[in-house]
Structure formats: structure tokens, C-alpha cells
């Protein structure tokens, strides 16, 4: 016979998962509702923020620098932090608060990549780096300021 999952069950749960690494409210909404669909989790999340052990502000910066450090772009970030359910609000917060140079981020990254290339830059494979630093979340402007000014040397 299976045990009944209580609130402290939930609760215990949540503390584990937070224990680990920042979740979104509704990351963690979600996989509460995994273990259990028959109990509200909301009392949990609102008591675990105001307790402050869930915070998505706090989520939202952590986020923010590991993306920026795997070299992704200003609309991979932001997509992804909407498919976690942030609201926009706190994304263009931590955005200004940030302050980050999205040009000068997508000139790194593709130094980083094609430093080392000796293939020719033809349209097949200059197609093949645009459609690269566009999939990481770079627009055609940051793309193209890359392309530009990849044969000068990092600072």
C-alpha cells in the first residue's frame, strides 16, 4: 500500500530540490505536482518564499550569469526564463541590473569557436556560423558585429 504524501511530505521535497540549486515558483509548483495531484502546493511555495528559500528573483540572477557564461544571447535567455514561468518583470530587471554588452559577449563566443578554422568563409560555411550564434540567442546585429570584427584580437 502506498504511503499518503502529507504537506510536510511536499514540504520536505521542496527543501531537497532548493538544496541543490535555484527553481523557478512555477519549476517547482511543477514538480510538486508530480508527487502529488491531489494536494494544493501552493500553502508550501508561499511559505518556502517567504521563508526565503525560494526566491525567483534570486533564480532569475543565477540563471542570468550561467547563461551568460555558456555564451548564450539575450533572446535565448530571456525564451528560456519564460518557458520556466518568470514573469517579464523580473527578467528585464535582472537584464538592466546586469548590464551585460551582448556585442562584445557574441565576439568572444565567436572567437572562442572559430579561432582555429581554416575553412574558407563561403557562403555554406559562413550560413553554418550565423545559424550557430543565432540558435545560442545572438540577433543578426550582435551576428554580424562578430563576423566583423573577429580577426582583431580579444582585449
Known amino acids: 500500500m502506498a504511503k499518503e504524501i502529507t504537506q ?27 508527487i502529488s495531484e491531489n494536494l494544493d502546493v501552493e500553502p508550501v511555495l508561499h511559505e518556502l518564499e517567504a521563508e526565503g528559500y525560494q526566491s525567483d528573483e534570486r533564480f532569475v540572477d543565477s540563471f542570468l550569469r550561467m547563461r551568460i557564461a555558456q555564451g548564450h544571447g539575450l533572446m535565448r535567455i530571456r525564451f528560456d526564463l519564460k518557458r520556466k514561468g518568470v514573469d517579464e518583470g523580473l527578467i528585464e530587471d ?23 578554422s581554416s575553412k574558407p568563409l563561403d557562403y555554406k560555411e559562413r550560413a553554418k556560423r550565423v545559424r550557430f550564434m543565432s ?11 562578430a563576423e566583423s570584427n573577429a580577426s582583431e584580437p580579444v582585449n
Not at 540558435?135 to 558585429?145: A, N, P, T, V
Open 8 to 34: 510536510k511530505d511536499l514540504w520536505n521535497r521542496a527543501i531537497g530540490l532548493l538544496s541543490r540549486r535555484e527553481y523557478s515558483k512555477a519549476e517547482l509548483r511543477n514538480k510538486l505536482l508530480l
Open 94 to 116: 535582472a537584464l538592466v541590473a546586469n548590464d551585460v554588452d551582448w556585442y562584445e559577449l557574441a565576439l568572444a563566443l565567436y572567437q572562442r569557436k572559430y579561432a582555429l
Open 135 to 145: 540558435q545560442r540567442g545572438f540577433s543578426f546585429e550582435e551576428i554580424h558585429y
